[in-house]
């Protein structure tokens, strides 16, 4: 680990941190940003809340668009995917025999969310599967059959949570175009690793997270919706006639710290290097994945043609994890270990989804294929 930048994001410096991607983490002079906003508002709660957020809410979205490269006024806040999602869908009148349509390498949390409204509604959830390696034009033709005239909404990840897996978005939704089916865009993992043109994609709608691969606060997320795909808040507050993005700004008494502080974040993945940082992080991981692969005896073909910049798969070998429930198990060893990593079971196999952040070095795949060596191959 580079110690300097641990110290810089403040993270204990007697753990290998190689799963970036699941929670973010701010850096020290974010979280004081964002401490700064805290004690502003506690001196003054009352002209605070009442006079001086609003104007500073509705700035920090402006600029978290800028930096998505998307009009403020289709820029929402909210807190997280899950909740960018349950605006969503709780904005559709589903019907009996409606379709929601997810791919087999869905985030958990979201695949609960469709569940739930199909069930209260009488629609169901259909899968689109495809393989964890396929092609671009496989993962399309999945999407394409699992809709149908009943489809009302396809949520497609930008990058998978669990495979570590790019999504060709564009060719999706334009292969789905004559469908009538609304897109919805989960790109959790996608501000700060990919450069889109979010509105090019051709999708309905689109949510991704600041406090991942961007380092704002946690609980900082953008939820965009094209002109005519109109959705409303979760929680109906005193803003909702304002127009779409305002209608968001203000759910009510809570912290605001990490939304104002985005700006913060954001200029510090700038100073990280930019795009040029992503490209380093991306040779980081991709050395990584084979170190750790190399000291597993384990091969790197059939895992995605097209990788998460700054997140890996790497195979298990055969038998050492052969069930999801195991995988808590093997989290369990390698924690205890010092090594904060993430163990993952997809389509009967095992794998662990590595990632590089700023303040990883070469040494930390090092020492996690040691101990994983020992752990899997050792006597």
Not at 18 to 35: C, D, I, K, S
Not at 131 to 152: F, L
Not at 183 to 201: E, K, R
Request: proline share 6%.
């Amino acid at each position: 680990m580079d110690s300097l930048l641990i110290e810089a994001f403040g993270l204990d410096p007697d753990v290998v941190h190689l799963n970036h991607g699941a929670f973010g983490v701010a850096p020290v002079a974010v979280r004081r940003a964002a401490a700064a906003w805290r004690e502003r508002a506690e001196r003054n709660p009352h002209r605070f809340n009442r006079v001086e957020l609003p104007g500073l809410i509705a700035e920090a979205r402006k600029h978290a668009a800028g930096f998505l490269g998307i009009d403020p006024a289709r820029a929402a806040w909210v807190r997280n995917v899950s909740e960018g999602v349950s605006a969503v869908l709780g904005s559709l009148a589903l019907r009996p025999g409606d379709e929601l349509v997810i791919g087999t390498h869905g985030y958990g949390a979201v695949r609960k969310a469709l569940g739930h409204h199909a069930a209260r509604s009488g629609a169901r959830v259909v899968e689109a599967a495809f393989a964890v390696g396929a092609a671009d034009d496989e993962i399309v033709a999945a999407y394409a059959a699992a809709c149908s005239p009943r489809t009302r909404l396809v949520v497609v990840d930008r990058i998978t949570s669990p495979t570590a897996t790019v999504i060709p978005v564009a060719a999706v939704t334009a292969a789905l175009s004559d469908s009538g089916a609304l897109v919805f865009v989960d790109a959790a993992h996608g501000p700060g690793q990919l450069d889109d043109d979010i509105a090019a994609l051709g999708a309905d709608y689109w949510i991704g997270n600041l406090h991942k691969w961007a380092y704002t606060p946690r609980g900082s997320a953008i939820l965009w919706s094209k002109p005519g795909a109109e959705v409303a808040p979760t929680v109906l507050s005193w803003q909702l006639e304002d127009g779409y993005a305002a209608a968001f700004d203000y759910p009510g008494t809570w912290d605001y710290a990490g939304w104002l502080a985005a700006a913060d974040g954001l200029a510090y993945w700038k100073s990280a290097g930019g795009w040029t940082g992503v490209a380093r992080l991306a040779a980081m991981a991709a050395d990584g994945q084979r170190t750790v692969a190399e000291a597993l005896g384990v091969s790197l073909e059939r895992l995605p043609a097209r990788p998460a910049p700054a997140m890996r798969l790497v195979p298990l070998p055969n038998g050492f994890v052969v069930s999801p429930d195991q995988t808590d198990s093997l989290y369990e060893a390698l924690s205890r270990q010092r090594i904060e990593v993430a163990p993952v079971h997809f389509g009967g196999a095992g794998y662990l989804r590595i990632a590089a952040a700023p303040y990883n070095t070469a040494g930390d795949y090092d020492r996690l294929a040691g101990v994983m060596w020992d752990l899997a191959c050792g006597d």
